[in-house]
T-cell receptor, first 110, second 113 residues
Framework: QKEVEQNSGPLSVPEGAIASLNCTYS??????FFWYRQYSGKSPELIMFIYSNGDKEDGRFTAQLNKASQYVSLLIRDSQPSDSATYLCAVNTGFQKLVFGTGTRLLVSP | ETGVTQTPRHLVMGMTNKKSLKCEQHLGHNAMYWYKQSAKKPLELMFVYNFKEQTENNSVPSRFSPECPNSSHLFLHLHTLQPEDSALYLCASSRSDRADEQYFGPGTRLTVT
């Protein structure tokens, strides 16, 4: 069973803090990893992807990948109330097959 | 929102009805996908089409019938659904060589009564 696990939350952080979202996956052969943001009542939106071990930074977002530990994380620096959403971790387990986690709900309080 | 449109946005249907969901992408992609999103569950891949050919059927019941007449349009035909089929149905598209970079439509919120 190819699974992607996330803590459902909610993860509550104050405005300006760093939000850390975590994801583990079971398929050791997975090659690419994605973070989608989904606002309530909206569709998922791709915000980050990472293919190699280490960190990848894009603005306030940093994705971290550790293939040995089968662990992916997303850090959001200087969190804003507009970052409040559900963050979905997705893993490419093979040709055109993305496996999604259930998502972590993030709440950023002013 | 993203170049992928879906209609209708909301649908209420009885278990004996027949209805269809429509998806259209304006991104020049040639792969299209149907996903089901239920509360407290991960997004579930249902069907994948590449260049109009179905390449994935993820053990979906036959009461869901997809159709892809061309690379820009995708339909999901529904008949004799069950209340547990109530969910958000999302369409996505991608380039076939970048299948992991998918763009989603706004979804159809389906309620089966």
């Amino acid at each position: 069973q190819k699974e992607v696990e996330q803590n459902s939350g909610p993860l509550s952080v104050p405005e300006g803090a760093i939000a850390s979202l975590n994801c583990t996956y079971s398929d050791r052969g997975s090659q690419s990893f994605f973070w989608y943001r989904q606002y309530s009542g909206k569709s998922p939106e791709l915000i980050m992807f990472i293919y190699s071990n280490g960190d990848k930074e894009d603005g306030r977002f940093t994705a971290q990948l550790n293939k040995a530990s089968q662990y992916v994380s997303l850090l959001i620096r200087d969190s804003q109330p507009s970052d409040s959403a559900t963050y979905l971790c997705a893993v490419n387990t093979g040709f055109q097959k993305l496996v999604f986690g259930t998502g972590t709900r993030l709440l950023v309080s002013p | 929102e993203t170049g992928v449109t879906q209609t209708p946005r909301h649908l209420v249907m009885g278990m004996t009805n027949k209805k269809s969901l429509k998806c259209e992408q304006h991104l020049g992609h040639n792969a299209m996908y149907w996903y089901k999103q239920s509360a407290k569950k991960p997004l579930e891949l249902m069907f994948v089409y590449n260049f109009k050919e179905q390449t994935e059927n993820n053990s979906v019941p036959s009461r869901f019938s997809p159709e892809c007449p061309n690379s820009s349009h995708l339909f999901l035909h529904l008949h004799t659904l069950q209340p547990e089929d109530s969910a958000l149905y999302l369409c996505a598209s991608s380039r076939s060589d970048r299948a992991d970079e998918q763009y989603f439509g706004p979804g159809t919120r389906l309620t089966v009564t």
